[in-house]
């Protein structure tokens, strides 16, 4: 499968603080991308995608930002809170294919 | 609305035992199905994904198949198992649209540990 990497295997934020999570991929045809969170024990949950027609895209709480000439990809939290604590993954995908090829993720922690 | 049901959470079995792990659909039709492994502190492996019944495609070699008897369900079977089958097994599946793919949404996981 393609590289898709995280700068950074762990991160600690203060609560309240805001947080960036950075993803690099290295296929230049993934076009479609995902963000996951999953907690200790339990499946990946989804929390935000972006298309490759956009460079930035928000939700509740949470941002994604997409640099495709760079190839990069991130995660902006805001307002952190203990319950974001979970390791969090940056998933993608090619326009033409099936196939979602994961990084091996980042530890965010949250200190009170 | 759409869920995804996998069984068992946990499951414990010799070396040499067969495995059967389900994964069920409800709420849409013809989605694409995946199976991924996740080794401890590690990332998702990409075993299976499936594009409709019947349709298989393996994306590493290993000691395990899969199967799509139905359009909802997917397995992932194994005859004999390894040590190194154990880890934490993922069934997703994803939705297609107009843009292939949309969506990739994961089961709660099954626990593997073989002895």
């Known amino acids: 499968g393609e590289s898709v990497g995280l700068h950074l295997p762990t991160l600690s934020v203060q609560e309240g603080d805001n947080s960036i999570i950075n993803c690099a991929y290295s296929n230049s045809a993934s076009d479609y991308f995902i963000w996951y969170k999953q907690e200790s024990g339990k499946g990946p949950q989804f929390i935000i995608d972006?298309?490759?027609?956009?460079d930035k895209r928000q939700g509740q709480r949470v941002t994604v930002l997409l640099n495709k000439t760079v190839k990069h990809l991130s995660l902006q939290i805001a307002a952190t809170q203990p319950g974001d604590s979970a390791v969090y993954f940056c998933?993608?995908?090619?326009?033409?294919?099936?196939?979602?090829?994961f990084g091996t993720g980042t530890s965010l922690t949250v200190i009170p | 609305s759409q869920t995804i049901h996998q069984w068992p959470a946990t499951l414990v079995q010799p070396v040499g035992s067969p495995l059967s792990l389900e994964c069920t659909v409800e709420?849409?039709?013809?989605?694409?199905l995946y199976w991924y492994r996740q080794a401890a502190g590690r990332g998702l492996q990409l075993l299976f994904y499936?594009?409709?019944?019947?349709?298989i495609s393996s994306e590493v070699p290993q000691n395990l198949s899969a199967s799509r008897p139905q359009d909802r369900q997917f397995i992932l079977s194994s005859k004999k198992l390894l040590l190194s089958d154990s880890g934490f097994y993922l069934c997703?599946?994803?939705?297609?649209?107009?843009?292939?793919?949309?969506?990739?949404?994961f089961g709660s996981g099954t626990q593997l540990s073989v002895l």
């Open positions: 998933a993608e995908n090619e326009i033409t294919g099936n196939q979602f090829y």
């Open positions: 972006i298309r490759s027609n956009m």
């Open positions: 499936s594009v409709g019944i019947g349709q």
């Open positions: 709420g849409t039709s013809n989605p694409n």
């Open positions: 997703a599946w994803s939705e297609v649209g107009m843009w292939t793919n949309e969506k990739l949404f």
